[in-house]
């Protein structure tokens, strides 16, 4: 026997059934098919704005008897009548909204951001604790605050303003957003923390000069969220504000409809489109952003 032992030969590749080829005629039967549902529950989800749409372009007497989406005569009347229908112009209600909106966002982005930062970076006691409570806020219906807020917010004499409705955002109210960005921060290397740490920098200037820059995605979608949000919001604006004049542009819709008399439809159609515009804007410009942020929140 020799010390050198022959090697074994190799084994012979084991020849692979053909992969089976697909018939042209049948992917593209399939496809089409899956393309047609798609269109119909398109068509079904979006008829309701068309019909919105289409109606504010009819008289009023006419807009609940054609269920159709044809339109035999354009009718400007309800724009430009709905415009300065109300006690002031619908620009005003507009503007009330976008006081409130850009509080909001403001307050959102500020606050969420710093205790979000915290909960992920920061350590200190109950930390684990203090944001289990915080996911569990969450779960808690507005229903169940309201009366307590409102009282303590007409004590303090800032009902039928704006207050009520922007400092709480200023409190990082918001858990969903804090959740959101907790998740985002996670996902970014600690090595940076620990580089700027070497060089001096604190918490502060961490959150400042390290994180603020990277969270441009989660602060993208908590801004659209908020906006979007806070311009719809009717709940809220309607408790705290009696004054017609300080009225946001979700109540002020309202005053179109009246239970006594006729209500003004198509008016109130009319200046629900004008509402629309700003969010179908913002949804458009900033999709990328928001598709961005929900899909990089907590990837490594």
Known sequence: MTDLQESPAPLAAVPQPPAPRRRPGRSLARSTVKHLVLIAVSVVMIYPLLWLLVSSFRPTDVIFRTPGLWINGLVLENYTGGWTALAQPFGHYIVNSAIVVVGAVAGNLFACSLAAYAFARCRFRFRTLWFAIMLITVMVPIHVVLVPQYILFNNLGWTNTFVPLILPKFLATDSFFIFLMVQFIRGIPRELDEAARIDGCGHGRIFLRVMLPLMGPALATTAIFTFIWTWSDFFT???????????????????????????????????????????????????????????TTGGK
């Open 237 to 295: 604006p309607l408790i705290y504000l009696t004054d017609p004049n300080a009225y946001t542009v979700p109540v002020a819709l309202k005053q179109f409809l009246d239970a006594t008399s006729g209500s003004n439809w198509g008016a109130m159609f009319a200046m629900s489109i004008v509402t629309l515009v700003p969010l179908f804007l913002v949804f458009l410009f900033g999709q990328r952003f928001l598709v961005k942020g929900i899909a």
